[in-house]
């Protein structure tokens, strides 16, 4: 089983900056591949980062340049660096890991305002 707990959210002005964290707890291991996806009201939920091991990472087009996901293997957790944020970027945020299957994590709320 497998535990993932987000936190960091908040609400930020547009052009601000905010560091969502996931904290794993279970059977993980570094390997696992990890990220973000989010979910805006009345929209799908996107995929916004992923990153397997350091340095081998992916993000959506939309936050290329603007955000960095990196991840700690020693505390199990991924981090989501999001700058010039964006009132587009509002969403609940969630974190996932995949480990024979997908878990999820509860979610956290970013909101940028104008």
């Known amino acids: 089983q497998v535990q993932l707990v987000e936190s960091g959210g908040g609400l930020v002005q547009a052009g601000g900056s905010l560091r969502l964290s996931c904290a794993a707890s279970?059977?993980?291991?570094?390997?696992?591949?990890m990220g973000w996806y989010r979910q805006a009201p009345g929209k799908q939920r996107e995929l916004v980062a992923g990153i397997r091991s350091i340095g081998n990472t992916n993000y959506a087009d939309s936050v290329k340049g603007r955000f960095t996901i990196s991840r700690d293997n020693a505390r199990s957790t991924v981090y989501l660096q999001m700058n010039s944020l964006k009132p587009e970027d509002t969403a609940v945020y969630f974190c996932?890991?995949?480990?024979?299957?997908?878990?999820w994590g509860q979610g956290t709320q970013v909101t940028v305002s104008s």
């Open positions: 279970g059977r993980i291991f570094s390997i696992n591949p």
């Open positions: 996932y890991l995949d480990n024979l299957r997908r878990y």
